[in-house]
């Protein structure tokens, strides 16, 4: 008896022991998580690991362009995941990223696993990149404060902040039609039934016949929209437009090479050869001009987009291609009356446009080489077409800037050169 009473005792005594020193797990703490971003393209997001809960845990850092909040299973998973650890001691813990878009704003928290369970950080990580940061071989950072673009490297390239030009600058416009800007257009599953004048003289170019109407092409060109005309029976017409020579025209356009016609660029709506005046392709594979008579500007159709700038004004009209002009063009006395019809001949004789316009310009005045060299430019660099100007152009190299005024700066993108 005496024997099974010590054996109870050392057993109670052992499981008392046991059940005294068992430790329970339980999940682990965070504290804050953190950022700092060492150089352009990277940031290291760190975060504290406060307590393990009794057991290492494996540590992880989410991140992604948006919070999917504090759940061990989010609805909407993260952009990314990366495991720090499989055995994560209390301490900091940190990963290095490449920061995929600098325009954005990342957000990061910690999740921590062991067999007491899974705990995300309440504590949420904000990376905000800035650009240019700090580096040992900075050349140059710029603070835009109206004209100024003051360097603060310490580098002392100071430079000043120009607008960059626009057409609307010109006192003398007279009609203005842009494809890219999306507000101008009313169409139908891309029909177009109105294209609307940016001159504010409210010319606009209609076309209410359904089966006449060009198609809206979106990314046609420098990932912007295009006017497109089939070459059959596409054209749009301006009304109530009068402009007397001389006057002046600006054109982004391409021809797919029209075999039934020759393919009009635009046609002035009088009914007679003295309301008239226009620019065509393909008239025996040259670009030509007509106001009461036909000028040959001997350049050949080209073959992809191409601007196009001319002045009509009798026997010193001119009509450059890309920049490269031809000069003392000798054609008639007409005008433009009754509006314009745009992507046909105005009568029509199978000589419809097949191609595409992405922007029109007409200037009531001569320009002057000034004027037409910043209108070229700005429509060069606008649509991407700056290769094709002529290699001695002024604005080969960079977009025209305005005479004055400050740079308009939206969403980090500022309209600038120095």
Known sequence: ??????????????????????????????????????????????????STGGQNPTVKIRWGDEDRGTAVTPSTAWDNEVTISTNQAAGTFST???IPNLEKVYYFRAIA???????????????????????????????????????SSGTGRHGTAKKLFSPSEVSSMKLWLDAADSSTITHNSNAVSQWRDKSGNSYQANQSTAASQPTLTNNGLNSKAVVTFDG??????STGLN??????????????????????????????????????LDNGGKIQMWASAWANT?????SDYFIISAVFNTSSSSLAL??????????????????????????????????????????????SATTISKIEGYLAHKWGLAGSLATAHPYKLGAPTSASGSPYIHSRHPLWQW
């Open 1 to 50: 008896m005496k024997t099974l009473t010590n054996s109870l005792s050392t057993l109670l005594i052992f499981l008392f022991y046991n059940a005294s020193s068992a430790q329970t797990i339980i999940p682990a703490g965070f504290g804050a998580m953190s950022v700092n971003q060492p150089s352009r393209e990277t940031a290291v997001l760190t975060g504290v690991l406060n």
């Open 96 to 98: 290095t990223i490449t």
């Open 113 to 151: 696993s062991n067999s007491g369970g899974t705990v995300v950080s309440r504590s949420l990580g904000v990376l905000l990149p800035s650009a240019p940061v700090g580096v040992a071989n900075l050349l140059g950072r710029w603070n835009f404060d109206s004209e100024n673009a003051n360097d």
């Open 232 to 237: 059959s029976n596409d054209h749009i017409t």
């Open 243 to 280: 402009v007397s020579q001389s006057y002046s025209i600006f054109l982004v356009a391409k021809t797919n090479n029209n075999t039934s016609g020759r393919d009009y660029l635009f046609d002035g709506a009088g009914s007679s050869n003295g309301h008239r005046s226009l620019i065509a």
């Open 298 to 302: 001997n350049f050949n159709t080209p």
């Open 322 to 367: 890309n920049g490269t002009s031809a000069t003392g063009l000798n054609i008639g006395t007409s005008n433009l009356t009754n509006g314009i019809t745009i992507g046909a001949n105005q009568g029509g004789n199978n000589d419809y446009l097949d191609g595409n316009i992405a922007e029109f310009i007409i200037l009531d005045e001569t320009s």
